[in-house]
């Protein structure tokens, strides 16, 4: 392990978990194909996908935690919506990943990007005035809520993600949920389905504990900056970010598979 080593990890972590800050997603569709590809382009290092699922995972735990902190504060954080689809998603990410051992790869890939297809057509769905609604005010579909993010996390636990780049637009376009309240809460969520994630991955020995520590290091910083960005930008403009990231991984994903 060297200074560029370090630095190279860092910078990763850095960037993911500023996303994941900013956006409320839990940052792995950012670090997992950047841990993957750009320290071995740069001789650093050659992590395996076992070793980057089990980086990413504890990176998404920490990172989730520092933008849960940042929002704690301003209502931002709806408890219980974070309650019926964590435990949810929590129950079906457990379902998902004992149902994905008797599937095949090509069978695994299909169900991502099936996923992020349906993500990216809800997220350029109009989303007229959900951000007009006081935060003291917003009220959702409770049984709706919980359904969908137990489906969603089968599909999450089968591919191994925490499932939040299709619970944002869920949040947005069917429960009507006011942009900065969904990725406040998205966090919460993420960090609740990230807990079995993470555990698994230590339980199982797929964990690199050395790059894990420094992105640990690395979330714990730009996380909460991510976040407090996330208050003062248009929540316009928040959607649109999402949009185009989520659309950039379902191009990727479907590329790799066909």
């Not at 992590?47 to 920490?62: K, L, R």
């Not at 689809?85 to 790869?105: K, N, R, V, Y």
């Not at 599909?155 to 429960?175: D, E, H, N």
């Amino acid at each position: 392990m060297d200074v560029e080593f370090i630095i190279t990890i860092f910078l990763i972590g850095f960037i993911g978990s500023y996303i994941s800050g900013l956006l409320g997603v839990g940052g792995s569709i950012i670090n997992f194909p950047m841990l993957l590809f750009i320290p071995a382009a740069l001789g650093v290092a050659n992590f395996s996908s076992h070793e980057v699922s089990g980086i990413t995972a504890i990176q998404v735990f920490f990172a989730t935690i520092g933008g849960v902190w940042a929002y704690r504060k301003g209502g931002f954080l709806n408890k219980t919506l974070i309650a019926y689809m964590g435990i949810s998603i929590l129950i079906g990410s457990f379902i998902g990943g004992l149902g994905s051992t008797h599937m095949t790869e090509g069978g695994i890939n299909v169900v991502y990007g099936i996923l992020a297809l349906i993500a990216v057509v809800m997220m350029f769905i109009p989303k007229k005035g959900i951000d007009d609604i006081p935060i003291e005010q917003v009220t959702f579909n409770k049984w709706l809520a919980a359904t969908l993010a137990l489906i969603v996390g089968i599909g999450a636990g089968i591919v191994g993600a925490g499932g939040a780049f299709l619970l944002v637009p869920i949040m947005l376009v069917v429960l009507k949920i006011p942009t900065r309240m969904t990725i406040a809460s998205s966090l919460a969520i993420t960090f609740i389905s990230s807990i079995g994630s993470a555990v698994g991955k230590i339980t199982t020995g797929q964990v690199e504990y050395v790059p894990a520590l420094i992105m640990v290091a690395a979330s714990l910083i730009a996380s909460p900056l991510g976040a407090y960005s996330g208050k003062k930008i248009n929540t316009k403009v928040l959607q649109m970010i999402l949009a185009v990231l989520i659309l950039a991984t379902s191009v990727k994903i479907w590329i790799d598979i066909l």
